[in-house]
């Protein structure tokens, strides 16, 4: 049996606004290719470069609570932001983003990351020396390796230590696609 559109609709919503979702997620197009957009009650929890439905929902669910569920609403201010920086008219994101079931190494990454302002670099080792850690390059690289976030938490912006173009788990391709949007020279 295939529900109206409509009513679908209406249930999607309704489950979002009640609560009863763990997670609600969408695709959304951008001129880097899709990406799967998701979002707790706490924030943005994943952007996802390979929307690929049951790997990622797995994921979400496995880390989130089983309730993940297709609804456009909770995600839609990313959107619209993420559509706005691609556009140009974007350079900072304001969106609350969810990254409780990330161990405390990679949230402490990841919160130094935000501070690397739009259009500039930072390198792996330089990251890890404002965390205090400045023998940790690599395994900030394995935490940035693992941004559930990006582009929100950009770490497209951080390169090799000779300024190279390292490590993204989108690819090289996008990488250069979102420093050159924000006209960072590499």
């Known amino acids: 049996m295939t529900l109206p559109i409509e009513l679908d609709d209406r249930f999607r919503s309704a489950a979002a606004a009640e609560g009863l979702l763990d997670v609600a997620y969408d695709v959304?197009?951008?001129?880097?290719?899709?990406?799967?957009?998701?979002?707790?009650?706490?924030?943005?929890?994943?952007i996802s470069f390979n929307p690929e439905p049951e790997a990622a929902l797995e994921a979400l669910a496995r880390a989130h609570g089983v309730r993940v569920l297709r609804s456009p609403r909770p995600v839609d201010e990313l959107r619209h932001q993420l559509d706005d920086y691609f556009e140009g008219r974007r350079r900072d994101f304001d969106v609350a983003v969810?990254?409780?079931?990330?161990?405390?190494?990679?949230?402490?990454?990841?919160?130094?990351?935000?501070?690397?302002?739009?259009?500039?670099?930072?390198?792996?080792?330089?990251?890890?020396?404002r965390i205090g850690r400045p023998r940790a390059a690599r395994a900030v690289g394995?935490?940035?390796?693992?941004?559930?976030i990006p582009i929100v938490l950009p770490c497209h912006r951080v390169v090799g230590s000779t300024g190279s173009l390292v490590g993204y788990a989108g690819g090289l391709e996008r990488k250069r696609a979102l420093l050159e949007l924000e006209g960072a020279t590499v």
């Open 142 to 148: 394995g935490a940035l390796n693992r941004n559930p």
């Open 98 to 129: 969810d990254t409780s079931v990330l161990p405390a190494f990679q949230q402490l990454v990841l919160e130094e990351l935000a501070r690397v302002p739009y259009g500039e670099l930072a390198t792996y080792g330089g990251l890890a020396a």
């Open 28 to 46: 959304a197009d951008s001129p880097i290719g899709p990406l799967l957009l998701a979002a707790s009650e706490r924030g943005v929890c994943r």
